[in-house]
Nanobody
Framework: QVQVVESGGGLVQAGGSLRLSCIVS????????MGWIRQAPGKEREAISC????????GYADSVKERYTFSWDIVKHTLNLRIRNVKPEDTGLYYC?????????????????WGRGTQVTVSS
């Protein structure tokens, strides 16, 4: 059974930095793709970042590409999303999601397994 667990959210002051982590278990990493999806208050859920199984390919939504970095520690089965210079518009519930086939894209419907999300709140 695939389990996806996010961590690292919380209250952060604007201008600071943040690292969200995602641990995946019960998953075949030989062919996989991972992504982060954000649900901002009052807005639709949006896929914001993706990474291929080997980390060689990453993708970002235009709204985050300047300040977000998605990386993959294959040995630890852990993914990290680093956010620099956080802004109030980064506030939201961040989901980590996995796809059991090679994939890197921003179509959230492609992801098979999702975590419960970690809340990020940015104060100005």
């Amino acid at each position: 059974q695939v389990q996806v667990v996010e961590s690292g959210g919380g209250l952060v002051q604007a201008g600071g930095s943040l690292r969200l982590s995602c641990i995946v278990s019960g998953f075949n990493f030989l062919n996989a793709g991972m992504g982060w999806i954000r649900q901002a208050p009052g807005k639709e859920r949006e896929a914001i970042s993706c990474i291929s199984r080997d980390g060689s390919i990453t993708g970002y939504a235009d709204s985050v590409k300047e300040r977000y970095t998605f990386s993959w520690d294959i040995v630890k089965h852990t993914l990290n999303l680093r956010i620099r210079n956080v802004k109030p518009e980064d506030t939201g519930l961040y989901y980590c999601a996995a796809k059991g086939r090679w994939y890197c894209g921003l179509d959230q419907s492609q992801f098979d397994s999702w975590g419960r999300g970690t809340q990020v709140t940015v104060s100005s």
